[in-house]
């Protein structure tokens, strides 16, 4: 599966952006979507997922009631809504899918997108 990921860009804090995770082929009934960040200098973290199974959502806690996922069956999309942006959430996020157990760990993932870079300024 070819996930593309779009609707980066740069925003003032307390700005909002939508990312679109479009996958090449629709996904399985046991597949979970995942966003993650990676910041300059850190490691991969979790942001959030989205459980085609049980259509279950799952956040960080840096990001829990700011961001909310969701998503577009008809498009075959899962979308991430970033509210209340902060500086801190300069990252490249990256759109992951896969037959997980455990959402937050991204050795569960098997395919992923390229990246798009989100930038916050103060």
């Known amino acids: 599966v070819q996930l593309v990921e779009t609707g980066g860009g740069s925003v003032q804090a307390g700005g909002s952006l939508r990312l679109s995770c479009a996958a090449s082929e629709l996904s399985s009934d046991d597949y979970a979507t995942a966003w993650f960040r990676q910041a300059p200098g850190k490691g991969r973290e979790a942001v959030s997922c989205?459980?085609?199974?049980?259509?279950?959502?799952y956040y960080s806690d840096s990001v829990k009631d700011r961001f909310t996922i969701s998503r577009n069956p008809a498009k075959n999309t899962v979308n991430l809504q970033m509210d209340s942006l902060k500086v801190e959430d300069t990252a490249i996020y990256y759109c992951?899918?896969?037959?997980?157990?455990?959402?937050?760990?991204?050795?569960?993932?098997?395919?992923w997108g390229q990246g798009i870079q989100v930038n916050v300024s103060s």
């Open positions: 989205f459980d085609n199974m049980d259509q279950e959502t």
């Open positions: 992951a899918a896969g037959p997980v157990v455990k959402w937050d760990d991204d050795q569960e993932y098997d395919d």
